[in-house]
């Protein structure tokens, strides 16, 4: 089968490796390939696939929410989020998922209770994706810089800004989805570690660098903290089992983001 990546820019996606790592270690011989779209290309996207003769694709930045208008179906969960990062076709037909949610969800799985109470840094794509997907069994609270983004979501989350914030040892995981300790962003933090309760967990959906000042701060009030490589690998994972309806090589998709970063460094 044939699968790829579309986005602009998109030299840098790890996503081919990873998939790759995953069909060696299945013994199959899907291809999976990286598509710099052109934003001026961007209408002729059926065309660009068709002929590629792929069964499906993942959508990164730009196009996460240009996709939709060109899928036939699009999941429950993919339309309360408001994107789509994963397309799968059968028949000619396209069908729309989001997989960003339930990847976060898989990557921390085990460190999770029922009834957790849960604070979400931010109010984009991956915030909304996150919040739709932990709101159903934690209580979610989101805060941001302004609430205006929030107000349009199809679902209710408590929601705050920053300032609002006052208490923060009620929470038990704190999930950063904003750009803020990305390479090449800001390396400061919206909330102080050292209010946090002791069991607080505290994630990042960034993974480059490895330790954001957030993780690193947490890290040193003894909290324990987890990066975002593991939700990378669990959208690219999910977004596969769509696709094929087989079981991914999570522990070989992994290792392969793994050592493609060593490399980079
Ligand atoms: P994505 O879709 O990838 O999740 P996005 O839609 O660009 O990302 O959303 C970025 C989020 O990061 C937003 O919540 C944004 O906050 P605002 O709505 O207030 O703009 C947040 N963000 C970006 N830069 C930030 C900064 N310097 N400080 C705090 N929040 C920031």
């Known amino acids: 089968m044939n699968f790829a990546v579309i986005g602009h820019p998109i030299r840098h996606s790890l996503s081919p490796v990873m998939h790759h790592a995953n069909f060696q270690a299945l013994n199959r011989e899907d291809t999976y390939c990286a598509l710099n779209i052109d934003p001026k290309h961007f209408h002729h996207i059926k065309d660009i696939i068709t002929e ?23 999941d429950e969960a993919a339309q309360m989020i408001g994107a789509v990062n994963t397309v799968h076709i059968k028949n000619r037909k396209w069908y729309g998922y989001n997989t960003d949610g339930l990847g976060y969800l898989m990557s921390i ?22 919040s739709y997907t932990l709101m159903h069994s934690h209580h979610v609270t989101v805060a941001n810089r302004s609430l205006y983004r929030i107000k349009d979501w199809p679902f209710k989350v408590q929601s705050m800004t920053y300032n609002e914030l006052s208490d923060l040892s009620q929470f038990d995981l704190v999930i950063n989805t904003t750009p803020v300790g990305m390479t090449g962003f800001a390396d400061q933090t919206m909330i102080q570690c050292d209010k946090l309760n002791k069991s607080c967990i505290v994630s990042d959906i960034i993974y480059t660098p490895e330790k954001t000042a957030l993780l690193k701060q947490a890290e040193l009030n003894k909290l324990k903290i987890i990066n975002g490589l593991g939700m990378f690998v669990m959208q690219g994972a999910k977004s596969f089992e769509i696709w094929t309806g087989v079981r991914a090589n999570k522990e070989a998709m992994t290792r392969a983001v793994q050592t493609a970063l060593k490399g980079r460094k």
């Open 52 to 74: 590629k003769r792929l069964d499906g694709f993942n959508v990164t930045i730009p196009y996460k929410i240009d996709i939709m208008k060109y899928c036939d179906e699009i």
């Open 109 to 130: 799985e085990s460190l999770l209770d029922d009834d957790m109470h849960i604070l979400i840094l931010g109010a984009g794509g991956a915030s909304r994706a996150i």
